[in-house]
């Protein structure tokens, strides 16, 4: 693929007012090692001395010229745009010639060319091998705003880079260079840092983001809170995540479906059964519809706390509602009458499920909505 776009371009050039006289010494474009001759063929652009026997590569012409030239060898070939962009970022970064590579990406995001995610997450951790701190920054920066959308796998590798790092001033610094871009919703890239840092397994950078949010202009919201609280319960610290809970509505915010069913599923985990039906009373309180995850954790509960007659009660409201009881909730429950010795309706219950078996709520309907 780069050997064709290496020959359009080199057409191109002999047609062009552009002279390089390494290129009629060493035949540059009909070389097969592309990545030390590429690399030495940007650095020109670039404006940064030669090496590895090239003294005397030069550039007449201006940089924007010559990268007009890479334009048209771009638009001329039969490649993806992206894909040639993309190849010459890797050979770049493949060489080690990185500050090369986010310049030249710079430079044709501005000619409203722009690269697939893969090409800046290739640049991001070449930039965390070689301990580039600054550049890493940079080049996250130009991602966020010439990008749509960053997936996961791109705040895993700034998550692992922080990590290997592991200076929580250079963290710092971060947070607040994205706490004051000029960028709207500033707080779903930290949110989404926040989610990396937890998947990686370091809780305590996750928590270190958050509890700076909170004295930064970006502020956590709802998103942020319902990030934490599902870290803080899922290791079972629920006395922090119940502090948390508290201080998120002392800052306005309104806890909806995710927190109380994140909530209520944590605390039933651990066995705190009696605070589960206390959250879910302050839910109906609040106008929040309860749903299939709310009922199952609620169900479960009562039932394991010995109040099956509630739990009974639960269930039906649940049905009342059209709400279709999964298997899970079923079992739960036909454990719990037979734990208390109500074997006539552990019976009944589990005729009605075997009834039902076609209409049970499929796994994917137990999946939280992504936030």
């Known amino acids: 693929m780069l050997a064709a776009t290496a020959s359009k371009f080199k057409a191109k050039l002999c047609k062009s007012k552009i002279i390089y006289h390494y290129y009629h010494h060493s035949n540059f474009l009909n070389t097969t090692n592309y990545g030390v001759t590429l690399q030495m063929y940007v650095k020109g652009i670039w404006g940064f001395a030669a090496t590895h026997g090239a003294r005397n590569y030069h550039v007449i012409e201006s ?56 090409a800046y997450e290739h640049l991001l951790e070449a930039a965390g091998e070689k301990n580039d701190i600054d550049l890493l920054f940079q080049i996250f920066k130009n991602f966020l705003v010439s990008c749509d959308s960053i997936r ?19 963290l710092l610094k971060f947070i607040r260079e994205v706490s004051e871009m000029v960028f709207p919703r500033n707080e779903i890239v930290l949110n989404r840092l926040i989610f990396a840092f937890a998947k990686c397994g370091h809780v305590d950078k996750a928590l270190f983001v958050f509890d700076h949010m909170k004295s930064l202009e970006c502020k956590p919201d709802l998103v942020t809170y319902n990030t934490i609280l599902g870290i803080l319960g899922r290791l079972g610290r629920v006395d922090e995540m119940l502090h948390e809970f508290a201080a998120m509505k002392t800052v306005d915010l309104i806890p909806d479906i995710v927190t109380y069913n994140t909530l209520l ?32 954790a609620l169900i479960e509960s009562l039932g394991r706390s010995g109040k099956i007659e ?13 709400i279709q009881p999964s298997i899970h909730i079923y079992r739960a429950l036909i454990f719990s009458l037979k734990r208390t010795g109500k074997m006539e309706l552990a019976l009944k219950f589990s005729k009605e499920m075997k009834e ?16």
């Open 63 to 118: 940089t924007n010229e010559i990268l007009n030239e890479i334009l048209v060898a771009i638009e001329e070939s039969s490649v993806s745009r992206e894909e040639i962009c993309n190849t010459y970022v890797n050979k770049l970064c493949t060489a080690g010639d990185l500050l090369a590579a986010a310049r030249l990406m710079q430079s044709l995001i501005e000619k409203h060319i722009f690269f697939s995610p893969h």
């Open 310 to 322: 509630e739990a009974l009660r639960i269930f039906e409201e649940m049905k009342r509602k059209r």
């Open 356 to 371: 039902c078996l076609s209409d049970f709520a499929v796994p994917k309907d137990l999946q939280w909505k992504k936030r």
């Open 265 to 296: 599923t944590s605390l039933w985990k651990v066995g705190r059964f009696d605070l589960c039906l206390v959250y879910f009373r302050e839910m109906s309180d609040r106008g929040v519809q309860p749903d299939l995850w709310t009922y199952k």
């Open 152 to 170: 996961l796998t791109s705040y895993l590798i700034l998550a692992r880079v922080f990590v290997k790092f592991n200076d929580p001033v250079i």
